[in-house]
């Protein structure tokens, strides 16, 4: 089978770091995407994993452990328009099939 | 590029009724997705083609729903008849390839209330 697992929702301060955590189970492995998606926008791309480390990308990090199942994205230097929905999404190795997680909602407050 | 185009960006309609839901993608790009996202089931995959060829339905609901893509520049996404619980943000992504690192970008939806 296949399942996603990320926090529903998240507070945070401006300036702070915030880590959201991911965990999946899936039938195949293809590689990790985490996306940013504002209220009553599109889901944007933020980051990409495939090997197990962390990806540095200015204020954002991704790092994937596969073993584990296992994945997190680190926000630093956090700011207002940093308030939004970011998704965790599995490629299923077999079908090439993006499969989403529901979201972790970070709020970041003054 | 003017990135993933849809329309209408809103639509309210009443059950029974038939919505047709239009998708331009990137030029260039061989792939294109219809995605439904719900409070309830987040972002689920309805529907993907590649070079215009449909090559996994097995997202849609039931047969009351059918998507098409005639060229590489258009596809439509149609719900005949609409039931109140289709009411959902409909997305529409693009991508040059499936595999690996190939980035999907969304376009910006259709919001669908079915009354």
């Known amino acids: 089978g296949q399942n996603i697992d990320q926090p529903t929702e998240m507070t945070a301060t401006e300036g702070a770091i915030v880590q959201i955590n991911c965990t999946y189970q899936t039938s195949g492995f293809n590689g990790l995407f985490w996306y940013q998606q504002h209220a009553g926008e599109a889901p944007t791309f933020l980051s990409y994993n495939v090997l197990d480390g962390l990806e540095e990308k200015g204020r954002f990090s991704s790092f994937l452990s596969r073993s584990k199942g296992y994945s997190y994205l680190l926000l630093k230097e956090l700011q207002m328009k940093d308030s939004a929905s970011y998704l965790c999404?599995?490629?299923?190795?077999?079908?090439?099939?993006?499969?989403f997680g529901t979201g972790t909602l970070l709020a970041v407050q003054p | 590029d003017a990135g993933v185009i849809q329309s209408p960006r809103h639509e309210v309609t009443e059950m029974g009724q038939e919505v047709t839901l239009r998708c331009k993608p990137i030029?260039?790009?061989?792939?294109l997705f219809w995605y439904r996202q719900t409070m309830m089931r987040g972002l689920e995959l309805l529907i993907y083609?590649?070079?215009?060829?449909?090559?996994?339905d097995s997202g849609m609901p039931e047969d009351r729903f059918s998507a098409k893509m005639p060229n590489a520049s258009f596809s439509t996404l149609k719900i005949q008849p609409s039931e109140p619980r289709d009411s959902a943000v409909y997305f529409c992504?693009?991508?040059?390839?499936?595999?690996?690192?190939?980035?999907?970008?969304f376009g910006p939806g259709t919001r669908l209330l079915v009354l």
């Open positions: 083609f590649n070079n215009n060829v449909p090559i996994d």
């Open positions: 030029s260039g790009h061989d792939y």
């Open positions: 992504a693009s991508s040059l390839g499936l595999e690996g690192s190939e980035t999907q970008y």
């Open positions: 999404a599995v490629e299923n190795g077999a079908t090439n099939k993006l499969i």
